[in-house]
């Protein structure tokens, strides 16, 4: 590819990236298939708020500042500079999508040239779920694009070490902007460690393998750029607030939540592809990343370091759902990525499917739990769509015995057949014709999804914000998560409420509160979840409450309500 095309075709797909990303930037996400939760965007920013109209972060007891610094430190410049709104918290996710999809390019561009990264650009630049999410006000979105950049600076470090310093630093605001992206910290380090090591061990025969020779100077920087940074954060931000990090880190978001037994990991590992649909919306990419990440592990020794790093993103990034949560959508979003890049690698860079080493019997072996696990989540994600009724209804055994069977007949017949298949695919590789015919599939795809939502989106939880607030006096407490949600088109002052955290213990004694407001429909507090029950707790203890009114709002595919309640209707109006 000549650069010239290369910077076209670059300059196309931003284009149409920013488009996706922005065009009717107040629309209501999709309510299936992405897992967005709209009403969980005004809690998530609840502190940027309070800075950006009050002055001062902590208004009440809900303050995920604790949680997510990073995040609420760029959505607070984001309503300091274009005001605060729906669209204006949507913004940061927006550039934080773009930027991920800029800096694959980059890491892919390091790695694997200019066919690979424009590949791997269209993918993640159109890619449904991902353009959803990034319309989102929510952490995913920035925490992934900052997982990307630790990847593309470990990338570059291959040929400039002292990019490995900015790798280190992206992982750690990654981990401070969601902790889920811990796992990428200990993935990132492995290999820093491990490069290391080849290197000492190497080091009075001949230099590691590789285009660079010596790759312990990245490996370096990579270490004392997590050090440092997470040293720094450390320093100005959780020890000065220990108690409420530790709270917020480990008490609620990791203590109160999964169960730690056998029987729940062997569950959760079960779901992996299967109660979520993102995997099926992506099927393609998901079988190019996975023979692509086979492909890598087969030839480990010989990998390149931003290669192993998006085989270990994936692999511990799975092993972090299986000990954690493997049941929400929102989990799955920081593996598009990688997948993106690993497909990008088989069908864009030009080299063979698989390396000359993988025929070797011996790899085999060492190979088949790769295999397997990959064959259940690239099988278990197409097996499922037979089975969406039993899915919807909680029954999860048919589709992941089905998808475990042909996983391991696959995995059998590979074992038996193994130095000729392996033989053959390390002699063959993806022709150009066939590459864009793949991409131009999942292109299509994609647009097409995004036209299906296109089409019956529309404004209904931005303007059940404005209504509320033509219904509450600016400045006026409004109690429940939903308030939170609704909070972003007005200046009310939301009381988040949960279970053990949050304005939970003196919420049924607050009569400055004058105001509830909660679902009513598909039931009341639909919005909590399993916690629901606090919002019939405090509407039972206002027996005289009065209906002060209704909002049509857009969170489940069936007709949704949100309902405004006056505690005290006696009382005179501010």
Do not use: C
């Amino acid at each position: 590819m000549t650069r010239r095309a290369f910077v076209a075709g670059l300059l196309a797909l931003l284009v149409a990236g920013a488009v996706l990303r922005t065009l009717w930037l107040r629309a209501d996400p999709p309510t299936t298939g992405a897992g967005i939760v709209w009403h969980d965007e005004g809690a998530w920013v609840h502190n940027a708020r309070n800075q950006a109209l009050w002055g001062v972060w902590r208004t009440d007891e809900w303050n995920p500042v604790f949680i997510a610094p990073v995040f609420t430190a760029l959505e607070y410049a984001s309503f300091a500079t274009l005001g605060v709104g729906t669209w204006q918290a949507r913004m940061v996710p927006v550039l934080s999508g773009l930027a991920a999809v800029l800096l694959l390019v980059a890491g892919l561009h390091s790695v694997a040239g200019r066919g690979a990264a424009l590949v791997g650009g269209v993918l993640l630049s159109t890619n449904y779920i991902f353009v959803m999410w990034n319309r989102a006000a929510l952490l995913e979105s920035t925490m992934t694009a900052l997982l990307v950049a630790a990847w593309a600076a470990y990338a570059a470090a291959e040929r400039r070490p002292i990019w490995g310093a900015a790798a280190g630093a992206a992982a750690v605001l990654a981990w401070f902007t969601k902790g889920a992206a811990a796992f990428f910290l200990a993935a990132i380090a492995f290999d820093a460690v491990v490069t290391l090591v080849r290197r000492r061990a190497t080091a009075r025969t001949t230099a590691p393998p590789g285009p660079t020779g010596d790759r312990s100077g990245a490996a370096l920087w990579t270490l004392a750029g997590l050090v440092v940074t997470a040293a720094i954060v450390i320093l100005a931000f959780v020890a000065p607030h220990w108690s409420e990090y530790r709270f917020y880190n480990w008490q609620m978001t990791v203590a109160r939540k999964p169960t730690y037994t056998l029987d729940a990991f062997m569950q959760r590992a079960s779901w992996l592809p299967i109660v979520q649909g993102i995997f099926s919306r992506m099927w393609l990419v998901v079988a190019a990343g996975a023979i692509a990440l086979v492909s890598v592990v087969a030839g480990w020794r010989t990998a390149r370091p931003a290669e192993r790093l998006l085989v270990l993103w994936v692999l511990l990034g799975l092993l972090e759902l299986v000990v954690h949560d493997s049941g929400n959508e929102r989990r799955y979003v920081m593996f598009i990525p990688p997948l993106v890049a690993l497909g990008a690698l088989l069908v864009g860079s030009g080299r063979t499917l698989m390396p000359a080493a993988a025929a070797h019997r011996s790899v085999r072996w060492l190979t088949l739990p790769v295999v397997l696990l990959l064959g259940y989540v690239v099988f278990g994600s197409l097996v499922r769509l037979a089975f969406l009724d039993e899915i919807a209804a909680g029954n999860f055994r048919s589709t992941a015995r089905i998808s475990a069977g042909v996983a391991a007949l696959v995995a059998a017949w590979l074992v038996w057949k193994w130095p000729v298949v392996m033989g053959g695919l390390s002699r063959r590789h993806v022709p150009a014709s066939a590459a864009v015919g793949l991409v131009g599939v999942a292109l299509a795809w994609n647009l097409v999804e995004y036209g299906q939502w296109a089409a019956q989106a529309r404004e209904l939880n931005y303007q059940a914000s404005v209504d509320v607030g033509g219904r509450v006096s600016p400045g006026g407490l409004v109690h429940g998560k939903l308030a939170n949600g609704l909070s972003l088109e007005n200046r009310i002052r939301p009381i988040f409420i949960g279970t053990g955290f949050g304005n939970y213990a003196d919420r049924l004694h607050r009569d400055d509160v004058r105001y509830i407001l909660t679902y009513t429909l598909p039931r009341v507090g639909y919005e909590s979840g399993h916690e629901g029950r606090l919002i019939q707790e405090l509407l039972d203890r206002y027996p005289g409450r009065r209906e002060v009114a209704s909002f049509e709002v857009d969170e489940t595919p069936a007709v949704d309500r949100a309902t405004l309640f006056d505690k005290f209707p006696d009382r005179a109006r501010d």
